[in-house]
């Protein structure tokens, strides 16, 4: 159980263009999924907190008109990267939320591996 | 600010020998604390958590952790390890507020060779 899943795996993308990248909880609802990106050999920077049915939360420093969110469902949130440029070619990996009396568990999906050239 | 510092950026050792990669981490509150690997190119695999009770926990894959609260580390360690161990870890820590986000450490690589 707690399955994430990301799609699509891998996407190259010419600059200029927008991508899409779901993010889906097979077995669970998550009401809140997370958005990561991961620079090569580094560690995983919080992008943004989305809420199912309303406005993502953003990290200070993430350009929330670049990084579109949306969560309209309690299985699926997506991420539009707009207008995208070579610098933000990275892997970013989404995250659901599943609360478990007192506390919550985190799961993570496979990643997605942006290239724009 | 919480934080969490992994001091290695790699660990190297012979398959067979016990491991241990280190972590250290800084939270206001009493913390929940997380060990994750990641495989090239994978998302991230949970292995163990602390959150209350024995200080050492179990988790998968014959790893372990131990959670010392007086020089606040929570080292990964495994008794004997494979050259399958061979990954990225994580260490992670979040406040026991309904709020609270992990924050990551920088990641350590494990390298384990015949």
């Known amino acids: 159980g707690a399955v994430v899943s990301q799609h699509p795996s891998r996407v190259i993308c010419k600059s200029g263009t927008s991508v899409k990248i779901e993010c889906r909880s097979l077995?669970?609802?998550?009401?809140?999924m997370f958005w990561y990106r991961q620079f090569p050999k580094q560690s995983l920077m919080l992008m943004a907190t989305?809420?199912?049915?309303?406005?993502?939360?953003?990290e200070q420093g993430v350009e929330k008109d670049k990084f579109l969110i949306n969560h309209a469902s309690l299985t699926l949130s997506t991420l539009t990267v707009t207008s995208a440029h070579p610098e933000d070619s990275s892997f970013y990996i989404c995250?659901?939320?599943?609360?478990?009396?007192?506390?919550?568990?985190?799961?993570f999906g496979p990643g997605t591996r942006l290239t724009v050239t | 600010a919480q934080s969490v510092a992994q001091p290695e950026d790699q660990v190297n050792v012979a398959e067979g020998n016990p491991l241990t990669v280190k972590c250290t981490y800084s939270?206001?509150?009493?913390?929940?604390l997380f060990w994750y690997v990641q495989y090239p190119n994978r998302g991230l695999q949970f292995l163990l958590k602390?959150?209350?009770?024995?200080?050492l926990v179990k988790g998968s894959y014959g790893f372990e952790a131990e959670f010392n609260k007086s020089q606040t580390s929570f080292h990964l360690k495994k008794p004997s390890a494979l050259v399958s161990d061979s990954a990225l870890y994580f260490c992670?820590?979040?406040?026991?507020?309904?709020?609270?986000?992990?924050?990551f450490g920088t990641g350590t690589r494990l390298q384990v060779t015949l």
């Open positions: 995250s659901a939320r599943v609360t478990r009396g007192i506390t919550y568990e985190q799961y």
């Open positions: 077995d669970f609802q998550a009401t809140t």
């Open positions: 989305s809420n199912e049915g309303s406005k993502a939360t953003y």
């Open positions: 939270v206001s509150g009493n913390p929940y």
């Open positions: 602390y959150i209350t009770g024995d200080n």
């Open positions: 992670a820590v979040r406040n026991t507020g309904t709020a609270s986000k992990l924050t």
